[in-house]
């Protein structure tokens, strides 16, 4: 057998998670969000293929444990690389935003008339 064991689920998942993501309602309303399914997607998709490969006989995971523990270890690292992304996000954001947006009791400066 050639691969295929899932139905190719991997590349259906990474399809999926990247046309939402590209999406600007996406974008704009949970940018976030986005970016870490966006980068989930090709974690989610790898993992998926190395267990299809070996599930349809192509490859074999020599050892089910390590890739488990591996596997694992490649989502909290996906996660957490995004988590400090966002983090520069908001800092990005806040430090652009004007400042009475910032400090909502800031008084708006009066219009030029």
Known sequence: MSGGAFGYAGGKIRDALEWVTDDERVQSRWPKTGQILRKLASVLYDIEHEIDWDVSC?????????????????????????????????????????????????????PIT
Do not use: G, H, W, Y
């Not at 270890?73 to 690389?81: D, G, I, T, W």
């Open 58 to 110: 192509d490859s074999s995971i020599d050892d089910d444990i390590a890739f488990d523990e591996q596997s694992v270890a490649k989502l909290r690292e996906c996660v957490s690389e995004c988590t400090v992304t966002t983090r520069e996000i908001d800092r990005f954001v806040i430090r652009e935003m004007p400042i009475p947006m910032r400090n909502p009791q800031a008084r708006l400066p009066d």
